[in-house]
């Protein structure tokens, strides 16, 4: 991790965290955004530490949301598996609610982290509102404002040549302690950004940047035997003995590369080679949840009718990262989800034969665990979490090295990385190549590699949190 070594400041012995979040619910949120699952895995590995309280901070949520989503099931969950509050509607105009909280948690001897996830939106300038009114009220010294950077600045919707992203960017300078990268990349492509504002250089430095890369819980992304694999893809609708199954999880979205997907769909479609007869895909994608919005990519997979109809090819809601693979609390997610799926087009889907055919419902046994092969060909990628799901799950990973996912894929027995080809047909070849000469990895291959899989489970990535979180502290 870049940036001063945070052991000059000792950590306090009770921290709150309070992770200010986006427009959308949480825990479960319905467009499966990163960013939730962050907060997620930094929020439930508080259990590896004593004397630590959550806080999940949202704005004003965008658009009118069934009571499933927000309601008193959804409540529970954040509690149960995720050890963390809820609270709604910060906003400027309301400093004193934020402001407040950190004052009773003052009084409980707390020392407050602010960190604002996904901050390159307004959420900057409300940041360096709330520095101001920590200042005046006396409070800043019992709290420090973060920036947890989940996206490259050149592949934001706000880019550096964009007016706003200068404006979220000077105030992102003048009121973090410290600021906080997915991935090396990330972490570099924003501190070389050098904002001017009435001369002054705002470029973020460097000393306070620090880099967390994403950790999973190990116990549910875990090598699965036979057995278990192969009820799982019988569970999902899958024929049978099929001899390789491909995954994709993400949306179904261009950044993502669902147009290679569907190249790569299209070519099994019509081949008539029996290795690629044998090779089946599961595509875990949160587009399902409002199919209305999402026709385009679903007409694109709804052409490959072989493939479904040899039930080959299942579109699927994988619910594991909220239930965290416990099977207690499947059917409140499902309620959630569903309540919420229904209401967006869900229910006029299924009713189609192919569609309800290719249907393969929800799963709270994570999609890589059960695959062989799993294709990530995306155009941009600030770290690659389901790659990192697919190496813990024994799939073997083909993907695109961009973004930070060259951080993940270290080694060859791991995965194999397709630079982007500037003609797409020949990317699409060099996919195809890759998925049908690759097969999933023996784990007894991996051998040398177990302090890898140590530096990405939950409770490394919350170690290094603090570490950053500490290392901000450093006035």
Known sequence: MQGSSPSQVQMPQKMAYLHFGSRFPFPVNPIFFGQTFVMGNLT???RYADERRNFVLLREINEPLSE?????????LAKARFNTDVRIGYKIEALENVTGLIRSLADDGYHSALVFHFPVSPDTQYAYALRKSLEASGLIGHASVHFYLHTNADSHYHRPDDEMFSVYHAAMSRASDGIIGVSQAVR??????RVRDGGEDLGLNPDKAFVVRNGIDPHIYVIKDER????ARLDLGLADGLEKIVSFVGRMDRLKGSDYLIKVLEYFEASKEPKDSNTGFIIGTSHLL???QASKPFKGLLRMQRLIREDRLKVVIDISKYTRGDPRFRENVEY?????ALAHGLQNALNDTLFSQMYGGTTNVP???ISDIYLHPSRSEAFGLAILEAVFGGAYVVSTPVGGIPEIIVDERLGTLVPIDSDKNTFVKKLIMAICGSKKPDQYDRAGLESYFESYTDRAM???FEKAIRGGMER
């Open 462 to 464: 919350f170690e290094q």
């Open 336 to 340: 959630m989800l569903f309540d919420y």
């Open 44 to 46: 439930a590995a508080t």
């Open 188 to 193: 570099d492509n924003f501190v070389k950004i």
């Open 228 to 231: 278990e694999v192969r009820e």
């Open 68 to 76: 499933s989503l927000m309601g008193k099931k959804s409540q529970e």
């Open 290 to 292: 409002n199919v209305a």
């Open 367 to 369: 999609v890589q665990t």
